[in-house]
């Protein structure tokens, strides 16, 4: 009783629902969740076909596995879609039993019916996604693959690299280019292509990393032409650009490689062609203008009015074909990058006033007046005197070229902290903004009457704007149409105290670096300087020995091909002399083959072969600098800071007769440079100089630990204040005031300072 009780009770609340039917399948019975699931009451089910539910669209193989089962085992468990009463579509997770009466007859068939809908619509939803997925991976698949056939076919190697500095994209020729095999090029950091491009490019810009800010626009766009070090070299164009996300923040950067060999081999020939034919056209130039010049100056009689008149006009064409051949010359130098600049330092107001003077002739001839304002505090500039006098006289001339006769060209300059600043300017016909930058193009003459009638090659600006560049400025020009035009062009100041470039300072073993590539002596200096080591660099045997000699070396690397003196021959001679002599020699070459014989003889420690393998030349190194017994040195070395040049020589002289090396300087910047250089034991030091001072100069090395050790002798001619003489002390210290007695006194300070 209590059983039938539960059952009753099961059937009532079970969450599935449940149906009852006899053996023709009409409905006796079902619950209440079966009420819910389909939408019919029980009145209206009881009585019905269970197939009253049927949708139409479960497959009828469903049904005959159904009956299958009901009849060979008596129960089925599947899935059907129904309607409910409504209309609506349901899934159903069926489950059927069949009881038999006594006899074994079907008494009843009970089903249990969950409704699954939702999980059926979800299973749907996710073989959707799943399909769409499929899809798109393909398509993405494709497109990479599209896009590594575009990267691969073309001619430029391109490298990306993300924002860590680690190559995520780069196709095979990045692997030539960088001569790393190309499959292993992505997934290495910048810093081992930046080593790889060190060691294929002679040029140190090639692939500098420098990620930027994240976030900011992407403007900064690099572009340089690097050759290779293989021989014949070859050149790259290099492009290098930030990379930005939709969002607009960097996510990296890319580097192309555009091999533009043969563009410069057809670029140099030009420029070959026309240096060439501007020299050769140079010598006859001079014959002509010679024998106009003496025919014009009498040599052959006094001349007819009309015959001098018509020579004068011959010896003006030639005055303007010489410069115009020269101008072309400087073009192909700049195109060449060959524009030599030798820079002193240099008073801009002589330049100026040598400049004015140079025209005076011209401007005369044009009946115009030329007014300088020039102020009596311009800081002196670093520059070439020659090349700045020629971008005054070439601004001058067009100044008086374009203006009106009886008009005024003025000249200005001043100066601001970042340097200096000259400008020309005049009342002629001025220029139209639209031509500002393109007549500062090589052969572009602004196309009007002014222009027509004075004539000129279009080279002149072109010429300027290359020689202030090279130094360090800027040119441009301020202009309307008929108000006249200003050209101004700036120069950086001399460098002040501050921005004395110092060398880093390292503790340690001393190596000298010998390579005529300066490039190769940079790189491995960097890697030593990286260890600990302190490197100093040659870039020939004559200075490498002359360093060797005169200074502390601890171990010296040493290229075999070098155009002046050769490795072994270096090697030989460092073997020779007692002062270098116990100098460990370790060969760096790329032709280290069949020289071993050769490299025993001399006593080389070592041999490395380009392209150097960092590793292996960091631990012979060390290797042999640990070996080395440290007490070898030659004879004390001693820098003489004087700017009067008979002290020097005599100061050189009396150390030198008692086996001292010596160096000069004539002032404290120069002084600076060559104790960073030179490591000199001592300084003797005069006080009054120009560029730095005596005074200044202690200052400076008093900064830093090596150099606040050095021993100073102080040889003046002032009198010094007690105060003065502490501010003037280095390390051993001693003063001496200039006089007679200098000879004895200077090598008995220098003695008593060294011991
Ligand atoms: P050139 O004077 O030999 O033609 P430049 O390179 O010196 O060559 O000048 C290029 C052009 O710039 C000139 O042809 C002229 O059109 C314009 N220009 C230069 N200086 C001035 C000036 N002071 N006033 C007006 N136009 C000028």
Redesign the pocket.
């Known amino acids: 009783m209590e059983l039938a009780g539960l059952l009753q009770d099961v059937f009532a609340s079970s969450l599935d629902g449940v149906v009852i039917a006899n053996c023709d399948t009409v409905i006796q019975d079902i619950n209440p969740a079966y009420e819910a699931i389909t939408g019919y009451t029980r009145q209206e089910m009881i009585g019905q076909k269970t197939n009253v539910l049927k949708s139409g669209l479960t497959p009828d193989e469903t049904f005959v596995e159904m009956w299958d089962g009901l009849n060979c085992r008596g129960h089925w468990v599947g899935e059907v879609i129904n309607r409910r009463k409504d209309g609506s579509l349901w899934h159903s997770y069926l489950s059927i039993t069949r009881v038999d009466d006594e006899a074994g007859s079907v008494a009843a068939y009970v089903a249990i019916i969950r409704d699954i809908t939702k999980r059926k619509l979800m299973e749907s939803q996710l073989r959707l996604n799943l399909a769409q997925i499929e899809v798109a991976q393909e398509q993405a698949v494709a497109t990479v693959g599209r896009l590594q056939a575009i990267l691969e076919s073309i001619g430029e190697a391109i490298i990306m690299a993300d924002i860590r500095g680690v190559c995520v994209v780069a196709n095979r020729k990045t692997g030539e280019v960088l001569g790393i095999p190309a499959d292993e090029v992505a997934g290495r950091t910048i810093h081992e292509l930046r080593a790889a491009a060190h060691r294929a490019f002679r040029s140190e810009g090639a692939l500098a990393w420098a990620p930027g800010p994240a976030g900011g626009p992407p403007v900064e766009i690099g572009t340089a032409v690097v050759e290779t070090r293989t021989e014949p070299p070859r050149v790259f164009h290099e492009f290098s650009a930030p990379v930005q996300n939709d969002e607009g923040a960097i996510i990296g950067r890319i580097y192309v490689y555009r091999d533009v060999t043969s563009e410069t081999e057809v670029d140099r020939m030009k420029t070959d062609f026309i240096a060439t034919v501007s020299h050769e056209l140079r010598t006859p130039m001079t014959s002509i203008k010679g024998s106009l010049g003496l025919v014009l100056g009498g040599v052959a009689g006094p001349l007819p009015e009309d015959v001098r008149e018509l020579l004068s006009i011959a010896m003006n064409n030639t005055d303007r074909l010489v410069r115009l051949i020269n101008d072309i010359l400087d073009v192909s130098r700049i195109e060449a990058g060959k524009l030599e600049i030798r820079r002193q330092t240099l008073s801009v107001a002589d330049s100026v006033m040598r400049a004015v003077r140079e025209m005076q002739g011209y401007a005369d001839q044009r009946a115009i007046t030329m007014t300088t304002v020039v102020p009596d505090d311009l800081p002196r500039v670093l520059a070439d005197a020659d090349r700045l006098q020629q971008v005054l006289v070439?601004l001058l001339s067009?100044?008086i070229?374009?203006s009106d006769e009886g008009s005024t060209v003025t000249l200005t300059a001043g100066h601001e902290p970042a340097g200096v600043w000259v400008r020309v300017e005049?009342t002629?016909?001025?220029?139209d903004e639209s031509q500002h930058s393109a007549?500062f193009e090589k052969f572009?003459?602004?196309d009007?009457a002014?222009?027509r009638r004075t004539g000129?090659?279009?080279?002149?600006?072109?010429i300027c704007k290359a020689i202030v560049e090279e130094h360090g400025g800027q040119i441009w020009v301020e202009?309307e149409v008929g108000k006249g035009?200003a050209?101004t062009f700036t120069l950086r100041a001399e460098p002040s105290l501050a921005e004395v470039a110092v060398p880093p300072v390292v503790g340690g073993k001393t190596v000298l670096v010998v390579d005529d590539d300066p490039d190769i002596v940079r790189l491995i200096g960097l890697s030593l300087e990286q260890e600990g080591f302190q490197a100093i660099g040659a870039t020939s045997g004559d200075q490498a020995l002359a360093i060797a000699r005169s200074r502390r070396i601890d171990a010296i690397t040493l290229d075999l091909m070098m155009p002046d003196l050769h490795g072994l021959e270096v090697a030989r001679r460092l073997k020779a002399d007692p002062a270098t002599r116990t100098i460990p020699v370790v060969v760096i070459s790329a032709y280290t083959e069949g020289a071993d014989r050769d490299m025993l003889t001399v006593g080389v420690s070592g041999v490395i072969s380009k392209p150097i393998d960092e590793g292996q030349m960091l631990s012979i190194i060390r290797s042999i600098v640990g070996e080395t017994r440290a007490d070898d040195k030659g004879p004390p070395s001693i820098l003489v800071i004087d700017d009067d040049p008979d002290v020097r020589r005599i100061v050189r002289v009396i150390l030198e007769r008692r086996g001292y090396v010596t160096y000069a300087a004539a002032d404290g910047q120069e002084a600076y440079r060559m104790i960073m250089e030179q490591r000199p034991d001592l300084l003797i030091l005069d006080l009054l100089m120009p560029n730095m001072d005596g005074f200044q100069l202690v200052r400076l090395l008093r900064q830093r630990r090596w150099t606040q050790r050095i021993p100073l002798l102080v040889l003046t001619a002032l009198d010094l204040t007690e105060g003065e003489r502490t501010l003037l002390t280095l390390g051993p210290t001693r003063h001496l005031t200039k006089g007679p007695r200098i000879q004895e006194e200077v090598v008995a300070r220098v003695k008593d300072l060294l011991r």
Do not use: E, M, Q, W
């Open positions: 070439n067009n100044a070229k374009f005049d002629g016909p001025g220029i007549i572009h003459r602004v009007n002014s222009s000129g090659s279009g080279l002149g600006l072109a202009s035009s050209f």
